[in-house]
């Protein structure tokens, strides 16, 4: 039982290139979220997916896609980065009364 | 909107110490409450939670009670131990909401010295 994973652990991207954040868990949980994470700003909700094949926008969804593929994954896609992106990337799923998060993965848009 | 107010960090505490690190929050109705902790380079963990008023949460002798009339979320712990040295995040989830999204405070980095 390996709880969330989250890939790749960390990124090193240019301006206006494109990668996608993977993220698995196997805890069958209907919802999944992403956030980032923002030194002095806490945790923000990007997007997030009560169910397969639903998804919606977080409070801070500008620049992001996501995809729920399946009831265990669901990635996160940076079309064109920006150093605005810089940030730390973390996965959670659960409900109302606990969430699980992954390990993270950290990414540098230089 | 909902929102979670912590105190302003750093925190430095020498071993043994009490901590207190406060949390307010704005919501409506009744929301559930939650501490984690994020230990250096890895992600969060569920550290307590209280879903009705007057709660208490505890777990590695942290606690913390949920209080509505202040409407806050304080944890404590009587004696911390270097071990205890992470960031904490004080967080909500609505009251009924349709999916159960996680409102987090800014967080708190604790440093606890030997």
């Known amino acids: 039982n390996a709880g969330v994973t989250q890939t790749p652990k960390f990124q090193v991207l240019k301006t206006g290139q494109s990668m996608t954040l993977q993220c698995a868990q196997d805890?069958?949980?209907?919802?999944m979220y992403w956030y980032r994470q923002d030194p002095g700003m806490g945790l923000r909700l990007i997007y997030y997916s009560a169910s397969e094949g639903t998804t919606d926008k977080g409070e801070v969804p500008n620049g992001y896609n996501v995809s729920r593929l399946n009831k265990r994954e669901f990635s996160l896609r940076l079309e064109s980065a920006a150093p605005s992106q810089t940030s730390v990337y973390f996965c959670?799923?659960?409900?109302?009364?606990?969430?699980?998060f992954g390990p993270g993965t950290r990414l540098l848009v230089l | 909107g909902n929102s979670v107010t912590q105190m302003e960090g750093p925190v430095t505490l020498s071993e043994e110490a009490f901590l207190t690190i406060n949390c307010t929050y704005t919501?409506?109705?009744?929301?559930?409450l939650f501490w984690y902790v994020q230990y250096p380079g890895e992600g969060l963990q569920l550290l307590l939670k209280?879903?009705?008023?007057?709660d208490k949460g505890s777990n590695k002798g942290f606690e913390a009670t949920y209080r509505k009339e202040t409407t806050s979320f304080h944890l404590e712990k009587g004696s911390v131990q270097v071990s205890d040295s992470a960031v904490y995040f004080c967080a909500l989830i609505p009251r009924g909401g349709a999916n159960s999204k996680l409102t987090f405070g800014k967080g708190i980095t604790l440093s606890v010295r030997p």
């Open positions: 959670a799923s659960g409900g109302s009364e606990t969430q699980y």
């Open positions: 919501a409506t109705g009744y929301p559930s």
């Open positions: 209280a879903t009705k008023a007057d």
């Open positions: 805890m069958n949980h209907n919802s």
